[in-house]
């Protein structure tokens, strides 16, 4: 509810949308709805507040744009790596398709840094690479690890993710 009033309102500063009526509706699972056209015959429009302004102060001194260097950024520390996909405990039937993995690098990949990612232990790209996913193609049933290394250029491995276990079973008959 706090997710859709918070959308609702950065909506409302749209210049777009304040132009137009808004409506609001209530689906048959009682989520209440917000929207420019509504898709019920009971949607109402809502009333909106007048949106709140600050006229700029006289002689009030703005900063100058900060300097944007074209020399090449040093490499940040990565200060997080975390596995975003598969979730702890997910289960896969039948992943024909492969299992994708995708991993958070907190604040970035440093430049010239790659990513290992490992099964069950094992690497499974010989070389790092610069992208934060892959897929694992024939991947056996049972249960598995999953983990991701940032190395830097020389192979030094920078930080790994803590493994996340996933597993594969066969399709379910309903």
């Known amino acids: 509810m706090r997710i859709a009033l918070a959308l ?4 409302l500063s749209s210049p777009a949308l304040c132009a137009d009526e808004v409506y609001r509706w209530v689906d048959r699972d009682g989520v209440i709805h917000y929207g420019a056209q509504p898709p ?19 002689g009030q001194r703005l900063l100058p744009p900060p300097v944007i260097s074209a020399a090449p950024k040093s490499a940040a520390p990565v200060q997080s790596v975390r596995i975003l996909s598969p979730v702890q405990d997910e289960i896969f039937r039948e992943p024909e398709g492969g299992i994708s993995v995708a991993v ?31 897929t694992f193609n024939n991947v056996e049933r049972g249960e598995h690890s999953v983990t991701a ?20 079973k066969p399709p379910s008959s309903r």
């Open 8 to 11: 609702f309102f950065i909506a």
């Open 149 to 168: 290394a940032v190395v830097d250029a020389s192979g030094k491995e920078l930080m790994r993710a803590a493994p996340v276990t996933f597993h594969t």
């Open 40 to 58: 019920q015959k009971d949607a109402k429009p809502v009333a909106l507040p007048q949106l709140q302004t600050y006229p700029a102060r006289s």
């Open 104 to 134: 958070a690098v907190l604040p970035a990949l440093p430049a010239g840094a790659g990513v290992v990612f490992y099964l069950d232990g094992a690497a499974k790209n010989a070389k790092p690479v610069a992208s934060t996913s892959t």
